[in-house]
């Protein structure tokens, strides 16, 4: 019995007594006075357990049964669904098991299988949001995660996601290698589908932002900035009026970063289940299933209707806007070098004022390389170098000994001497007497 039905109790045997009439009675409980009529009648038939409700200690006519219990826990014991919380488990459960069931009644029976456990909240920093924009494609926040996505289970993949400010709408696609070529597929795709957007949201990864380079000692305070060349998808960029916004921290484009940390929880238990090895199933179910799921449950309504994408015009020749473009210089040949192979311009398409000067070399997402001058774009073949001829080496000459006047030759009159037999002493005497 609670301490509720006890003071409740208590009451109702003044009530019974007489010591305070049955209206009063009900005004102290807060119920009507017909009901204080049964709980007295209760009171007299079944003593004080007449306070207690009927139905306590008996099961719910609408229970599940046990043993949908039992096959729920069963299923969600599989090590493929580790770490799954009781919202994605309750949905995969309906949609691949066929077990319907609420979240907060599957929440109860994980925790009494230990297959999750609750955590408390924490009181976290309070901090002003930013208001989300209010025009889909006014801001787009653009980024890659690198995070083990299968588990390691199959090759190392990245996922590159573009997410609508206003309305959190999702593209994404998984890559092999985080760099330009892969972000600028990335791009073309978007662009495609949807659009030129106002501005782009990115960080300042060496793909976007070209870095002035310094000394690690060196302050900067007291230098003048000094304006580096763009890189590639900032020259692209430029070249489809898309504005390109730099974050100066990861909390600055929360909008992405939350939505990496929703994938990293549910687009990998999705992928292991799909049992997904390789990039290409990886991006099988992500645009099958992820993407719409994502784009239909979690998207919002914009402030405003209006589209602030634009659509692409003539002048946007994608595969010539999304390639890695470099300037170089014609020689009098009319010959360009590129990559270590020479081109020949074609002679139909040699024009006044071409020789000496500079033109774009576009190297394209397909491997193809163009070649264009003043808008136009060239005829261009690859010549054929003549290898340079190396002849035989030949063995070294001996060296001859120097001749001529100034060349002093060595005195030869020392020359046996020490092979002739001395004379005695007595015949040197009589010799240098004789001779003095």
């Not at 070294?396 to 092979?419: C, I, L, N, T, Y």
Request: glycine share 6%; aromatic share 8%.
């Amino acid at each position: 019995m609670t301490q509720a039905e006890r003071d409740r109790l208590v009451t109702l045997k003044k009530a019974k007594r007489h010591l305070i009439t049955q209206r009063e009675a009900a005004e102290e409980l807060g119920v009507t006075v017909r009901h204080v009529k049964r709980l007295v009648k209760a009171l007299k038939k079944w003593g004080d357990k007449g306070v207690i409700h009927g139905l306590r200690g008996r099961p719910s006519p609408r229970k599940i049964a046990e043993a949908s219990q039992r096959q729920a826990v069963e299923i969600l014991s599989d090590p493929i669904y580790r770490g799954f919380g009781p919202t994605l488990a309750c949905e995969y459960l309906r949609k691949k098991h066929g077990v319907a069931v609420s979240k907060e009644t599957l929440r109860k029976w994980m925790i009494a299988a230990r297959l999750w456990q609750g955590k408390e909240r924490k009181l976290e920093a309070v901090h002003a949001w930013r208001p989300r924009r209010g025009r889909c494609g006014e801001l787009v926040q653009w980024d890659t995660s690198d995070h083990d996505w299968l588990e390691g289970q199959g090759e190392r993949i990245y996922l590159i996601s573009m997410i609508d400010d206003a309305t959190s709408r999702l593209h994404a696609r998984f890559v092999r290698r985080d760099w330009t070529a892969e972000n600028m597929r990335v791009l073309w795709r978007y662009v495609e589908l949807y659009g030129r957007p106002l501005a782009f949201y990115t960080d300042k990864a060496s793909l976007f932002h070209t870095a002035d380079k310094r000394r690690r000692d060196e302050s900067g305070v007291d230098k003048d900035p000094v304006e580096m060349p763009p890189t590639q998808i900032g020259r692209a960029l430029r070249e489809l009026s898309i504005t390109w916004i730099a974050a100066h921290s990861p909390q600055a484009k929360g909008r992405v970063e939350r939505g990496f940390l929703t994938a990293q929880d549910r687009l990998v238990k999705g992928l292991r289940v799909a049992g997904a090895r390789t990039l290409e199933e990886a991006n099988a179910y992500r645009e099958e299933e992820f993407l719409p799921w994502w784009n239909k449950t979690l998207t919002v309504v914009p402030a405003s209707a209006c589209d602030a994408h634009r659509p692409l015009g003539k002048e946007h020749q994608l595969a010539a806007i999304l390639s890695h473009v470099e300037e170089r210089q014609v020689g009098n040949g009319y010959t360009v070098r590129h990559e270590g192979k020479l081109y020949q311009i074609d002679r139909g398409d040699v024009r006044t004022g071409m020789r000496g000067a500079k033109l774009r070399v576009e190297a394209r997402l397909d491997g193809s390389l163009s070649m264009c001058f003043k808008d136009r774009y060239l005829r261009i073949e690859v010549c054929e170098q003549p290898l340079p001829v190396r002849s035989a080496k030949r063995p070294p000459a001996p060296v001859q000994p120097r001749k001529g006047p100034h060349v002093v030759s060595k005195s030869r009159w020392m020359e046996g001497f020490w092979d002739k037999p001395a004379p005695t002493l007595k015949k040197a005497l009589a010799i240098a007497n004789a001779t003095s």
